[in-house]
């Protein structure tokens, strides 16, 4: 069982700030993922990694921006929130190894509301 | 990836098996269905997968029809724990190439258990 963490659980900012949404894993696993969904629709994947040092954007355009400097975190960061950022955004992860056969593990995700 | 069509919403009375339908009759051969559940408020869990034979864990059998275009997530006693959006998802094995290899959630099936 993957063990992942992301913090803060809810983040309440006013427009025009800066901010870093945390996620870690004790896994060692490669892969790692953030997806955002708005209450009662779909996930969205905005951004993926597959090692350190290696980030790719997602399906869905983002204005966020992620980094990998370590294999444990991957956090992601919004230079300037907007009202249009409110969301919850969900990390996972899975193994590197046989990816097609290893399921993704989810954070329970941080809430944002940008005022 | 192929597409996969499920109910919006389903109800089932405790106690009883949570049968949940999945149709994914574009599937490919190389292609895994997935479930996947989010309890509200939650990162989506996984539950279980399977290519072409049958599975069952600690958690839920699944059955995946003869010529693969339907499936069904059998919950065999359903408690109100279990009420959750449940999502089939089909993801093509031995990915290669560039692109991300997250999986695709639609809008699921919204379950229900009744007391």
């Known amino acids: 069982e993957a063990d992942i963490y992301q913090t803060p659980r809810y983040l309440v900012i006013g427009t025009g700030k800066k901010i870093t949404l945390e996620c870690s894993q004790t896994?060692?696993?490669?892969?790692m993922y953030w997806y955002q969904q708005d209450p009662g629709m779909e996930l969205h994947l905005i951004h993926y990694?597959?090692?350190?040092?290696?980030?790719e954007k997602g399906d869905l355009s983002s204005e966020s921006t992620v980094s990998r400097i370590r294999t444990e975190h991957f956090p992601l960061t919004l230079e300037s929130a907007r009202p249009s950022h409110t969301s919850q955004y969900l990390c996972?992860?899975?193994?590197?190894?046989?990816?097609?056969?290893?399921?993704?593990?989810f954070g329970n995700g941080t809430r944002l509301t940008v005022t | 990836d192929a597409k996969t069509t499920q109910p919006t919403s389903m109800d089932c009375a405790e106690g009883r098996a949570a049968n949940l339908p999945c149709n994914h009759s574009?599937?490919?051969?190389?292609?895994?269905v997935y479930w996947y559940r989010q309890i509200h408020s939650q990162g989506p869990q996984y539950i279980i997968h399977?290519?072409?034979n049958n599975e069952t864990n600690e958690m839920a059998s699944l059955i995946i029809t003869e010529d693969r275009k339907s499936s069904t997530l059998i919950l065999p006693h359903a408690t109100l724990r279990d009420t959750a959006v449940y999502y089939c998802?089909?993801?093509?094995?031995?990915?290669?190439?560039?692109?991300?290899?997250?999986?695709?959630f639609g809008k699921g099936t919204h379950l229900i258990i009744q007391p």
């Open positions: 990694s597959y090692g350190v040092n290696s980030t």
């Open positions: 998802i089909v993801r093509a094995y031995m990915y290669s190439g560039g692109g991300a290899d997250g999986l695709t």
């Open positions: 996972a992860t899975r193994t590197g190894a046989s990816s097609y056969n290893s399921p993704l593990h």
């Open positions: 896994m060692g696993h490669d892969k």
């Open positions: 574009t599937i490919s051969g190389n292609e895994y």
């Open positions: 399977g290519l072409k």
